[in-house]
């Protein structure tokens, strides 16, 4: 929430920024001698959002079928259904995103369920100002996840300047970027840029658990146990039990502790020591190029941003935990390809691909159309 809000307190910034600052009348009060930055902020501010559309949306739908599971206990069968929720979404968001000629809209409303892979590219349809804010609270299968995007980018002739947060739950990152670049065209079509992109996220590479890695690679799992309160409570005849920390029995057997109450030790462990560290920021070397070309039966746009470079400090700075411990490559890039040989037939290949971190998120589609007539 900390870097939504640092987020949303440099729209004015970029708002502004996007306007010549004059010392004309509209401007300079000749009389006082005294500058009015804000004298005509409700007519930027208009001009700024113009075209945009705030949404929200409630979507939901069945989920897999029931499954019914059967064991035997003393001869009787035994029979327990395995139910799982329906799947839904919640979406709020504001958007103002100029279409790229090969995207249609393809509802009256936005129902939060769109996917455009361009609105990922470094440079959009046009130049200017463009935003998109978008939550998006999901279940799927029984799992529930938060998806965020939320990014400000201002595209001139010459520099590129965007601030962007990215939550994704399914591939289980989130982070902050900011990136300043300078982009020469060459040709209408093609541009190339550099410059430097500053990013804070949680200590990627760090493992809590690697301390109780033995030599032998086994994870020493009753030591972990026992420093975060747990007990074990040896009985008369051989019997066991396993105390939490508040001296409840939690396991009667080993095959518990260690199916059941393990896993829950680690995963609780692991959360709260990387709650317990500070994030992280990392700057970048970034290189990109973005190509677009659009006709009405043949369309073509990719984009690539590598990042090979990287400088960072800290005792949880991610080269440390990597080999051979030096540097590594990010790499975010997209394509779009789309090709409508007659009236009848017409292909198409859009997808998306990102590395941070050694984490991956992509997505694709690839397909034909043949309209009968």
């Known amino acids: 929430m900390i870097r939504i809000l640092l987020i ?7 708002l502004f920024g996007q306007f010549t600052v004059t010392t004309s009348t509209e401007s300079w009060d000749k009389e006082k001698k005294e500058w009015k930055p804000f004298q005509d902020f409700d007519k930027n501010f208009k001009k700024a959002i113009k075209f945009a559309t705030f949404y929200g949306a409630v979507n939901g739908n069945n989920s897999i079928a029931d499954v019914d599971q059967y064991s035997v206990s003393t001869g009787q069968l035994i029979t327990n259904t395995e139910e799982t929720p329906f799947d839904y979404s919640v979406v709020l968001g504001v958007r103002k995103i100029a279409r ?11 129902n939060g369920e769109e996917h455009s892979y361009a609105d990922a590219a470094t440079i959009g349809k046009v130049s200017g100002f463009e935003f998109l804010f978008e939550v998006d609270w999901k279940r799927r299968f029984g799992s529930s996840f938060l998806d965020q995007q939320h990014f400000l980018r201002y595209v001139a002739d010459k520099w590129i300047v965007k601030v962007e947060y990215m939550q994704q739950g399914f591939a289980d990152i989130k982070y902050f970027e900011a990136s300043q670049r300078y982009r020469q065209k060459v040709g209408k079509k093609f541009s190339w840029n550099i410059g430097i992109v500053q990013r804070i996220s949680e200590p990627y590479g760090y493992n809590p658990l690697e301390e109780f890695i033995l030599p032998n690679g086994s994870l020493h799992y009753t030591s972990l146990a026992l420093q975060e309160g747990y007990n074990i409570d040896f009985l008369p005849g051989g019997e066991i039990n396993y105390l939490d920390p508040e001296g409840e029995v939690v396991a009667d057997n080993s095959i518990i502790w260690e199916e059941v109450v393990i896993p829950q030790v680690l995963s ?7 709650e317990e560290i500070p994030q992280q920021w990392n700057h970048s070397l970034v290189m990109g190029y973005d190509f677009y070309h659009y006709t009405k039966t043949f369309w073509l746009h990719s984009w690539a941003s590598i990042m090979p470079f990287h400088l960072e400090t800290g005792t949880y700075a991610y080269h440390k935990f990597i080999a051979p411990k030096q540097t590594w490559i990010d790499f975010g890039a997209g394509f779009i390809l789309g090709h409508k040989f007659n009236k009848h037939l017409g292909v198409f290949i859009e997808g998306k691909y990102n590395k941070y971190w050694n984490r991956q998120w992509h997505d694709f589609s690839v397909g034909l159309n043949y309209v009968i007539f």
């Open 268 to 274: 609780d462990y692991v959360k709260r020591k990387k």
């Open 100 to 110: 790229f000629g090969y995207e249609n809209r393809q509802a009256v409303f936005y």
């Open 8 to 14: 949303l307190t440099l729209i004015p910034s970029i």
